[in-house]
């Protein structure tokens, strides 16, 4: 059973920076699709940024392009997102979110497995 822990986030100011981390577990395979989904009250879950485990290809959501930057380390199954020049926009629940299959299309259903959440606020 694959899960995903979630660390990082928390309060910043616009313009600060925060990262966060998503730890795998129980995956066997070295090339799966994770990254992170975004969500507001009463609006759907937004892809932020994923990135393809094998080949290291990247997906961003055009409002973070330049300023989030997603990253891992094979060895310890873990995914970072450093989230430079925060806006009050940023502000949401993030989830990390993995699926066994390549990164292509931004729905969250395609996604089998997910963590808890992790707040991020940024205040203006």
């Known amino acids: 059973q694959v899960q995903l822990v979630e660390s990082g986030g928390g309060s910043v100011q616009a313009g600060g920076s925060l990262r966060l981390s998503c730890a795998a577990s129980g995956y066997t395979s070295r090339n799966y699709c994770m990254g992170w989904f975004r969500q507001t009250p009463g609006k759907e879950r937004e892809r932020v940024a994923v990135?393809?485990?094998?080949?290291?290809?990247?997906y961003y959501a055009t409002s973070v392009k330049g300023r989030f930057t997603i990253s891992q380390d094979n060895a310890k199954r873990t995914v970072y997102l450093q989230m430079n020049s925060l806006k009050p926009e940023d502000t949401a629940m993030y989830y990390c979110a993995a699926r066994d299959t390549g990164c292509g299309g931004v729905d969250s259903t395609a996604y089998k497995y997910w963590g808890q959440g992790t707040q991020v606020t940024v205040s203006s």
């Open positions: 990135i393809n485990t094998g080949t290291r290809t990247t």
